[in-house]
T-cell receptor, first 116, second 115 residues
Framework: GAVVSQHPSRVICKSGTSVKIECRSLDFQATTMFWYRQFPKQSLMLMATSNEGSKATYEQGVEKDKFLINHASLTLSTLTVTSAHPEDSSFYIC????????????FGPGTRLTVL | AQSVAQPEDQVNVAEGNPLTVKCTYSVSGNPYLFWYVQYPNRGLQFLLKYITGDNLVKGSYGFEAEFNKSQTSFHLKKPSALVSDSALYFCAVRGGSSNTGKLIFGQGTTLQVKP
């Protein structure tokens, strides 16, 4: 199956700093990448959808100036949490799809963000 | 509005017994249905999907799922459970009329297989 990586797997930062999370599709070209947030023992909450070379589409209630998404190539998308606060602590998961309505989303292993 | 329901928060089965994890959905147009599994502190692993064709779909690790249009269900099944199957399972749906690729996830069902 298709492989998606995320880096870092865990990050601890101080309140007010910015954190960048990378998502890479290793063996396929990802036309579309998705960023999710997951709280403990809960389902995934879609934050935004990004297509290569265009601006991300954010879900309602997600601050685009706080969660900056860049999808500069067909294999890399980044999520930057700007001026992070403790309430931003969460498990962030990306997924990648080769495109097309029937295509499968393949998920990265996730990034555990802890903001002190 | 599109939605997915997994009515059971947790399913407990004994090793070697058959297991079923339930999922029902509501979408406009033909549904595209997916099952994923998540182990602790990990991302989601794709198990199987239904797009069209045979209602019984076979996937990874011996899992299968049956698409039932009249009951709008897509239950996940395995004939003989393993302790290593213990994990969190998510059902997801994308409406056939959707061109964004967005998935709607159920709330997840924890499967506990006891030796």
């Amino acid at each position: 199956g298709a492989v998606v990586s995320q880096h870092p797997s865990r990050v601890i930062c101080k309140s007010g700093t910015s954190v960048k999370i990378e998502c890479r599709s290793l063996d396929f070209q990802a036309t579309t990448m998705f960023w999710y947030r997951q709280f403990p023992k809960q389902s995934l909450m879609l934050m935004a959808t990004s297509n290569e070379g265009s601006k991300a589409t954010y879900e309602q209630g997600v601050e685009k100036d706080k969660f900056l998404i860049n999808h500069a190539s067909l294999t890399l998308s980044t999520l930057t949490v700007t001026s992070a606060h403790p309430e931003d602590s969460s498990f962030y998961i990306c997924s990648a799809s080769g495109g097309g309505g029937t295509d499968t989303q393949y998920f990265g292993p996730g990034t555990r963000l802890t903001v002190l | 509005a599109q939605s997915v329901a997994q009515p059971e928060d947790q399913v407990n089965v004994a090793e070697g017994n058959p297991l079923t994890v339930k999922c029902t959905y509501s979408v406009s147009g033909n549904p595209y249905l997916f099952w994923y599994v998540q182990y602790p502190n990990r991302g989601l692993q794709f198990l199987l999907k239904y797009i069209t064709g045979d209602n019984l779909v076979k996937g990874s690790y011996g899992f299968e799922a049956e698409f039932n249009k009249s009951q709008t269900s897509f239950h996940l099944k395995k004939p003989s459970a393993l302790v290593s199957d213990s994990a969190l399972y998510f059902c997801a749906v994308r409406g056939g009329s959707s061109n964004t690729g967005k998935l709607i996830f159920g709330q997840g069902t924890t499967l506990q297989v006891k030796p």
